[in-house]
């Protein structure tokens, strides 16, 4: 059986008194497409930057590939691509520099060349030996500036937000990782450049490699990720398949008409209007047909309910 991609025991990070993250578990077997799904502040940023070893941790352990981030660091950085939630560069560089230079960084091969992006070969260093699959990741960097239409000529100080995190993309992906752990990934991407990102990473995921996406946008969550954990105040509050995470007993309720909805428990973020109501339903559907019987309805409509009200459900239980 293959090591699982990321292991995470009672991590916990305080900055002095105040919490961050307290007594995370979390498990991502290798090659899954995983969603990490919380509101600003709930510990998401807070949890990756700890597991990748750029804060140290107050307690617990993580693993990725079994290797201890503390005593592996560099090893473990040579295999995963990262995006952080907010990109930023040197002032003064082009894009093609920035690429160079995060290429470099892993002690990876570039070739000069006149084509679009410019490409660099950079002598070999001591951060070749970080990395176990060394290799020219200039296709690969002039691949993805195509597609998601973004120019290695341009000064980054010059780029729109949007752009600037396409930088952070491609520098993530342009030497193949078998992790990619992205940050809010899709802040700033229009509509279509988030549908072309998105495809980008299923075609990384149907070759194998491990996606950890943090995203606060449920939608995201929904449409491509396998598995997901739900993270609130520091803590873990759910976790499992996508579709496990649906079956909470929930249903949606769209009414047209009136009920005492007074009559009801179990009901969540009751919306009424002058035409009828809309809302969560988490109790007996015996009881709520009971209700409905004795009101003046004139349609109602049973379904299941979509991700982003599963997650409100959690999070206001």
Excluded: W
């Amino acid at each position: 059986m293959s090591e699982d991609a990321i292991k995470i025991n009672n991590l916990t990070k305080y900055y002095g008194r105040t919490r961050g993250i307290e007594q995370i578990d979390l498990t991502v077997p290798q090659g899954d497409f995983f969603g990490f799904i919380g509101p600003n502040g709930a510990g998401k940023s807070t949890t990756i930057r700890t597991l990748l070893g750029l804060i140290r941790p107050t307690g617990g352990e993580a693993q990725i590939f079994g290797m201890n981030m503390i005593n592996d660091r560099e090893r473990i950085l040579s295999r995963v691509g990262y995006l952080p939630s907010e990109t930023s560069f040197y002032p003064g560089m082009r894009v093609r520099d920035v690429l160079k230079l995060s290429a470099e960084l892993r002690g990876l091969s570039f070739q000069r060349s006149r084509q679009s992006p410019p490409h660099y070969e950079c002598e070999q260093n001591l951060t070749d030996a970080l990395s176990p699959r060394k290799h020219d990741c200039t296709e690969t960097a002039r691949l993805l500036c195509q597609r998601l239409r973004l120019d290695p000529t341009r000064k980054v100080d010059e780029l729109s937000l949007g752009n600037k995190k396409k930088v952070g993309i491609v520098c993530a992906l342009q030497h193949d990782p078998d992790l990619l752990i992205l940050d809010e990934p899709t802040s700033g991407l229009d509509p279509l450049m988030q549908r072309e990102f998105f495809g980008i990473l299923r075609e990384r995921s149907a070759k194998g490699t491990t996606i950890f996406l943090s995203s606060h946008i449920l939608s995201e969550i929904q449409h491509n990720c396998a598995h997901a954990a739900m993270i609130r105040d520091g803590r873990i509050i759910a976790s499992g398949s996508v579709e496990e995470l649906s079956r909470t007993g929930a249903r949606r309720v769209s009414i047209r008409g009136q009920i005492d909805y007074g009559a009801l428990s179990g009901v969540k973020n009751l919306r009424t209007s002058p035409e009828g109501a809309e809302f969560l339903y988490h109790g007996d559907m015996q009881a709520l047909l009971a209700v409905m019987a004795n009101g003046a309805i004139r349609d109602v409509s049973i379904t299941e309910p979509d991700l982003e009200e599963i997650f409100l459900h959690y999070y206001t239980n």
